[in-house]
């Protein structure tokens, strides 16, 4: 696994203060070397036209709060309804939060 650099981390985190609903299963992140951040949301049910929105706004708020605009060159929001135990779901380099449910042992931090 790759660990995303600590100032995108923390900007992450940020932005996700008061954005995490009941729904939200596991938040993952991919950022290359080519600077693209891709930020994925798995859910628990169908994806909706407000997780989108929610999506997006979330990385409206780290686009606009990175120091400088060259380090992301390329953004993605996904989201994804998944049934998939956590131990099984594609965290990409990083897991930002996975929400406690009965397989949470699986996890490893």
């Given at each position: 696994?790759?660990?995303?650099?600590?100032?995108?981390?923390?900007?992450?985190?940020?932005?996700?203060?008061?954005?995490?609903?009941?729904?939200?299963?596991?938040?993952?992140?991919?950022?290359?070397?080519?600077?693209?951040?891709?930020?994925?949301?798995?859910?628990?049910?169908?994806?909706?036209?407000?997780?989108?929105?929610r999506a997006?706004?979330?990385?409206?708020y780290i686009?606009?709060?990175?120091?400088?605009?060259?380090d992301i060159?390329?953004?993605?929001?996904?989201?994804?309804?998944?049934?998939?135990?956590?131990?099984?779901?594609?965290?990409?380099?990083?897991?930002?939060?996975?929400?406690?449910?009965?397989?949470?042992?699986?996890?490893?931090?």
């Amino acid at each position: 696994m790759k660990v995303i650099p600590c100032w995108l981390y923390v900007c992450i985190c940020d932005a996700l203060v008061g954005k995490i609903y009941p729904e939200i299963r596991v938040i993952a992140v991919r950022y290359t070397r080519k600077r693209e951040l891709l930020i994925r949301y798995y859910l628990d049910r169908d994806v909706t036209d407000e997780d989108i929105n929610r999506a997006n706004e979330v990385m409206e708020y780290i686009l606009e709060n990175i120091s400088s605009k060259d380090d992301i060159t390329h953004y993605e929001s996904e989201c994804i309804y998944t049934k998939d135990k956590l131990g099984d779901i594609d965290t990409l380099d990083e897991r930002i939060y996975a929400r406690c449910e009965d397989d949470f042992y699986w996890l490893t931090f």
